[in-house]
């Protein structure tokens, strides 16, 4: 055990408890939920509610009564006390205030009060909002006094313990803090130091024949199995003697590839049989409906708000005396061709550029059989530059999206001459329409591997939700403005 004396002889400090931290949690969303009923009424000047704040007015009394519910499945469904990833909590905490919001509508509509409907609408979207803003505020104080941080370790090795390691690096407000990597008997060390957010190498120390001394040694932090194929079997023993001394042991089993959202977990009984349901969203007509519905209406959206914007674009390609609009033959769903549609960014002669760079220049002809893109581009004007840099060259793709050819959010737009880099994902990019944007955009753009895309254009398909859409379109905004790989 000497590889554990001298790395952590410094403990955790807990300023505050965990019962504590409950405490600050469920008063976070009691204020959460008031501020929300305040705000709905200035907000829509709606104020007879809040001229009278006893319970004599039904209205207080029924937004009361349902807060209290709330607050109660808030606390049912461990929010107070379970860490868990951010995507999940906000799905959890949508589904419970929609359910409300429409009892408290129900309510209103059965006792016949005279209450502003806008104010009973304003109220209900705006609660889920002031919950994740006051909840990520009192975690992140927690964590700046010395609280909800809780060391973790992963017992485990190869790239399942890598990938788990960096999905608990990107959820920071679980609040857990990687110690080690615990490596069982018989494995290899890493063959590299994994760096943490924090910027800090993070140990691979051996477990060790007793892993419940070792776990104890460390202060008995929170662990994470996290074991390649077949290793589950090879490790029964050890799993089940840390089982028996850790509270809540978390197992991470190597599925990589499988499709994970929605997938529904069942066992038998008496049988150590893990049943899972896998399901194919993007092959489900009602959830396609969702979806085609969803693209209409934001694109529509968009092109009404951001018609100043696109006449303003349109002005300067002009100026410039080249065609306002570039078409671009793309592949898209089942193998279909058309054409994808952008604001024109390059030089008449582009394809001449292209040719003379290539034969002089053997560095840019690698990176273009890599990338199938260029950093430094001689074709692209100077108003191209900005419109790359800033994606707005990709908006006439709303036109596109109109016309039933591209989604707002999908797999990257792809030439034929790419297609044999999907390997044997090609098949998942052919299910969907291509998109405007899409999860390799909003994970780094063109400073991403060309395998990373393929990866992450089969993820987003595998596991499609309405919910990871409106994520990514979120996220797609704020890349926009910090203009990361963007060229």
């Not at 671009?328 to 604001?343: A, D, E, I, S």
């Not at 036109?399 to 050819?405: A, D, F, H, M, R």
């Not at 063109?446 to 393929?454: A, E, G, H, I, L």
Request: net charge positive.
């Amino acid at each position: 055990m000497k590889p554990i004396e001298g790395i952590f002889v410094q403990e955790v400090k807990w300023y505050c408890s965990s019962r504590a931290e409950k405490y600050f949690l469920t008063f976070a969303d009691a204020l959460a939920m008031l501020m929300a009923f305040w705000l709905a009424g200035q907000w829509t000047q709606d104020t007879s509610d809040l001229n009278s704040l006893g319970l004599d007015s039904s209205r207080m009394l029924s937004y009361g009564l349902l807060s209290f519910v709330t607050l109660a499945l808030f606390k049912l469904k461990g929010h107070h006390a379970k860490r868990r990833p951010y995507s999940n909590e906000i799905k959890e905490i949508l589904k419970i205030t929609m359910v409300m919001g429409l009892i408290d509508a129900a309510l209103v509509f059965l006792d016949r009060r005279d209450s502003s409907r806008e104010a009973l609408l304003a109220t209900w979207l705006l609660l889920p909002c002031c919950v994740l803003l006051l909840r990520g505020l009192v975690k992140y104080l927690l964590m700046k006094a010395g609280g909800w941080i809780r060391p973790m370790v992963i017992i485990g090795w190869g790239d399942n313990a890598l990938q788990t390691a960096r999905a608990f690096d990107e959820e920071a407000l679980m609040g857990y803090r990687l110690m080690a990597f615990l490596i069982p008997e018989g494995q290899e060390r890493f063959d590299h130091h994994y760096i943490n957010r924090n910027k800090q190498s993070v140990p691979c120390i051996p477990l060790g024949n007793s892993p419940e001394q070792t776990l104890k040694l460390l202060g008995d932090p929170h662990a994470v199995v996290a074991l390649e194929q077949g290793g589950i079997d090879a490790y029964q023993g050890m799993i089940q003697q840390i089982s028996r001394c850790v509270a809540n042991m978390q197992v991470v089993p190597a599925v990589r590839g499988l499709p994970l959202y929605g997938m529904e977990v069942n066992h038998f009984f008496t049988h150590e049989v893990l049943l899972l349901t896998m399901r194919n969203n993007l092959a489900r007509p009602g959830l396609q409906l969702i979806k085609r519905c969803f693209d209409l209406t934001a694109s529509i959206g968009v092109l009404i708000v951001g018609a100043p914007i696109l006449l303003w674009i349109a002005a300067k390609v002009m100026a410039s005396g080249r065609p306002v609009f570039y078409g671009h033959k793309r592949v898209g769903q089942n193998g279909k061709h058309f054409l994808c549609y952008k604001f024109r960014t390059m030089a008449v002669n582009a394809d001449v550029l292209l040719k003379e760079l290539l034969e002089r220049d053997p560095e840019a002809r690698a990176e273009w059989e890599r990338d199938f893109k260029l950093k430094n581009d001689p074709r692209i004007t100077s108003i191209g530059h900005f419109l790359r840099r800033t994606s707005l060259d990709e908006l006439p793709q709303l036109w596109n999206v109109l016309k039933g050819e591209m989604s707002l959010v999908g797999p990257r737009p792809v030439v034929d001459a790419e297609l044999e880099r999907y390997g044997n994902q090609i098949d998942y990019y052919l299910e969907a329409k291509p998109g405007v944007t899409g999860l390799w955009q909003v994970s780094g753009r063109n400073d991403v591997s060309y395998d990373t895309r393929v990866y992450l254009d089969a993820w987003y398909v595998k596991n499609w939700s309405l919910f990871n859409d409106i994520v990514i379109l979120l996220k797609t905004v704020k890349v926009i403005f910090k203009k990361d790989g963007a060229y």
